[in-house]
């Protein structure tokens, strides 16, 4: 009887931490996918929306105060954005000139490979070159 009561109560501590662990998944997943991209975003109005709804929220501001905020917050967002997107651009071309430079010391093989790992990263700076709804337009 003992050994069932203890299979039971460490099933049940089992159970507990499982779920914990697929409830923190979900929330970082749901983080990652939605919450995070917003706040980036900078360049579509969703985006833009989701920032001014927030300082909306945490300093509760009235429906006046909203409006005269947003075209400050817009520009804001506009200025952030082309920024990075500088910063980007020279980061690419940068790390593009040192990789020309690096390939020179590299065999074929890991001239091919080097060639992959650059790519993939270049791609992953693209959401800060162009805009959402240029990207999006590609996608079609």
């Avoid at 009887?1 to 049940?12: D, I, N, S, Y």
């Avoid at 990652?32 to 917003?38: A, C, N, W």
Wanted: charged share 35%; proline share 1%; glycine share 4%.
């Amino acid at each position: 009887m003992a050994k069932r009561t203890k299979l039971k109560a460490g099933c049940g501590l089992v159970s507990v931490f499982f779920v914990g662990a697929l409830c923190g998944a979900l929330v970082l997943f749901f983080i990652l996918v939605k919450v995070i991209p917003l706040s980036e975003g900078w360049r579509d109005e969703e985006s833009k929306e989701f920032v001014l709804n927030h300082l909306a929220n945490r300093l509760k501001l009235t429906e006046a105060q909203i409006e005269q905020i947003r075209p400050i917050t817009f520009s804001a967002l506009d200025e952030r954005y082309e920024h990075r997107k500088r910063y980007v651009d020279s980061d690419v071309e940068i790390t593009g000139r040192a990789f020309e430079e690096i390939c020179e010391v590299l065999e074929n093989e890991q001239v091919e490979k080097a060639e992959k790992i650059f790519e993939r990263w270049k791609q992953s700076k693209e959401r800060f070159l162009i805009g959402n709804e240029v990207k999006a337009s590609l996608e079609n």
